[in-house]
């Protein structure tokens, strides 16, 4: 169906010329399509008279019209250009000999992004076989630009709207219509995306998502190509040419999207003047190879000629060039492939070194914190009230791993919390029992401090205590006792 183009294509075209065209779709069925209705909407006549103009050796090819990759029926309806159609006018100008030069006349605003890429590609590859120039009058829009800035040079007329940069895609939602007339479709598919996007239903998120980017591919080989043809960057197509904005010629002069604004006539000139320039240039090689083949004794014969008479010969010759080739450059590539496996044998010693230098830088960082935790110990521990022959009893009973962060102590918190552990080791020792000797010779009980606790209940701390203390024979005579 005609009208499934519009609603299942990428379209590099003004949004405004492609609501028109489905306009007249969706007020005509196919098949009962009312041509002369359509020519009033319209207002010009549907007679699409396309033809490709020779002048003085210049071929004058017209784009106008939506571009489609097939018209037929369409092209009548929108007096558009077939980009299939186009490519052949291009070819046959190519190998035209009595063709010295090629002018795209453009007025259109774009078309689908099938078709047209393919032209854009064919005009870009062709330049230096022979000038291939356009210019632009009344309009140059997305697809049209498309394909005119991957000519050699681009002149507009004043007057002319250039640009919209982009793509745009069209999503018709049927739902509503359906509902009413008591039809319900039903999709069964196979494969999350197949019919995510269709008319029976509203577009869904994944739906809009997936179109989009579809839509970001194709405006990303837009851009590309834009900045192929015209000579700049990608980034200076986007920040001045393709924000979907239209120009006029001067405004797109400025932003070199254009070369030239003026009429088609001075055009038209200058290209003439151009191909006579490059057939000067030409006559002189062609004269100087000819004298030396002459002086020589010899004739001229072209490639395609010589392969033609001497294909044998031909094949013999490039096979002799590819052995001296390979030979002249084997040496050269078994020295950079020597000098390769001596970067990547350094390359493996650099990175031994490496891993040997952050284990010796780790087990620095190691000794150098058990070092800082011992100080701090020692330090606390010097100055309490703690036996020094239950110093290492104290000293192990709080961790610091808790106190590091990337392999650096929080030495206040660590302090601190060392001098409560010492504080609570005081405690212990002197809260209840102030007055008690540790250590051999203890023959005594200490009275039992406010009530607290029981003979028994001092007989097992003196023993505790002396056993932390790592005194075995006041342990031993403090059990007799």
Avoid: C
């Avoid at 003439?272 to 001229?300: A, D, F, H, L, M």
């Avoid at 106190?403 to 002197?430: M, P, Q, R």
């Amino acid at each position: 169906m005609l009208s499934d183009l519009l609603k299942k294509t990428a379209w590099a075209i003004r949004p405004d010329s492609l609501e028109q065209i489905y306009t007249i779709l969706r007020d005509h069925k196919l098949g009962e399509l009312d041509l002369a209705a359509i020519e009033a909407k319209l207002g010009k006549n549907l007679a699409n008279t396309r033809n490709v103009v020779i002048e003085d050796g210049i071929a004058i090819i017209p784009i106008s019209g939506p571009i489609a990759k097939r018209m037929n029926l369409f092209h009548n309806i929108s007096g558009g250009t077939s980009a299939e159609m186009l490519i052949k006018e291009i070819d046959k100008a190519l190998a035209d000999e009595d063709i010295d030069g090629i002018l795209l006349s453009i007025d259109s605003p774009g078309g689908t992004v099938d078709g047209t890429k393919e032209v854009a590609d064919l005009i870009f590859e062709s330049r230096g076989i022979k000038p291939i120039w356009a210019f632009a009058s009344g309009t140059m829009a997305s697809g049209a630009y498309w394909i005119g800035s991957q000519a050699e040079r681009v002149s507009a007329f004043d007057t002319t709207a250039i640009g919209s940069i982009g793509v745009v895609m069209s999503h018709y939602d049927y739902s509503e219509a359906d509902s009413k007339a008591g039809i319900k479709r039903t999709f069964i598919t196979a494969g999350k995306y197949k019919r995510i996007v269709n008319d029976a239903e509203p577009l869904s998120a994944d739906g809009r998502e997936y179109l989009q980017t579809m839509l970001d591919d194709y405006y990303n080989l837009f851009v590309s190509s834009v900045a192929q043809g015209r000579g700049v960057t990608e980034q200076f197509v986007l920040s001045d040419m393709a924000d979907g904005k239209m120009f006029i010629a001067s405004k797109a002069e400025r932003n070199k999207m254009v070369d030239a604004i003026e009429p088609i006539e001075t055009t038209m000139k200058l290209l003439k003047e151009e191909v006579q320039k490059r057939k000067n240039g030409n006559e002189e090689t062609v004269e100087e190879e000819t004298t030396k083949n002459e002086n020589e004794g010899g004739s001229i014969v072209n490639l395609a000629e010589l392969k033609k008479a001497h294909p044998d010969l031909v094949a013999q010759i490039q096979n002799d060039t590819r052995e001296t080739v390979t030979a002249e450059l084997q040496p050269r590539i078994d020295g950079l492939t020597k000098e390769n496996d001596t970067l990547k044998a350094s390359h493996e010693s650099l990175e031994s070194d490496v891993k040997d230098l952050k284990k010796k830088d780790a087990i620095r960082t190691h000794n150098e914190l058990e070092n800082s935790v011992t100080a701090i110990w020692d330090t606390a521990l010097a100055g309490s009230d703690i036996p020094e022959d239950m110093h290492g009893k104290v000293h192990g009973s709080i961790g610091h791993k808790q106190f590091v962060t990337d392999d650096v102590l929080d030495v206040k918190s660590f302090k601190e919390a060392v001098a409560a552990e010492i504080t609570d080791w005081e405690g212990k020792l002197n809260a209840s029992y102030t007055g008690k000797v540790l250590g051999s010779g203890l023959t005594k009980k200490t009275e039992v401090a406010d009530g607290a606790d029981t003979a028994e209940d001092d007989d097992a701390w003196e023993v505790e205590m002396l056993s932390l203390a790592g005194d075995s024979k006041a342990v031993e005579a403090a059990k007799t006792n």
